[in-house]
Nanobody
């Protein structure tokens, strides 16, 4: 059983930056690809970014390409989401998730992930 705990959310002005962290415990971190999702008020949860177990492959939803960077530190069992040039439409609760490597790479839907954090709120004021 993998436990995920996000941190780093908060309120920032448009154009600003935040870095989210997600610390994993209770499992073998390198057995999992990691993803970030977000859910805005009244909307469905959506995929944001993916990183493979080794960190060598990443995918992003189009709306964050060039602004967000996902990375992981396997020595620290932690995945990060660096968010730059934030926009009001990035406001949401952000969740990290772990999906087994057996499902292949490019996990872009919530159903491909087995474990989820509790979420951290990101609010971008315009």
């Amino acid at each position: 059983q993998v436990q995920l705990v996000e941190s780093g959310g908060g309120m920032v002005q448009a154009g600003g930056s935040l870095r989210l962290s997600c610390a994993a415990s209770g499992g073998t971190f390198i057995n999992y690809h990691m993803g970030w999702f977000r859910q805005a008020l009244g909307k469905e949860r959506e995929f944001v970014a993916f990183v493979s177990w080794s960190g060598s492959r990443t995918y992003y939803t189009d709306s964050v390409k060039g602004r967000f960077t996902i990375s992981r530190d396997n020595a620290k069992n932690t995945v990060y989401l660096q968010m730059n040039s934030l926009k009001a439409e990035d406001t949401a609760v952000y969740y990290c998730a772990a999906g087994p490597t057996s499902r292949g790479v490019g996990l872009t839907t919530a159903q491909m992930y087995d474990y989820w954090g509790q979420g951290t709120q990101v609010t971008v004021s315009s």
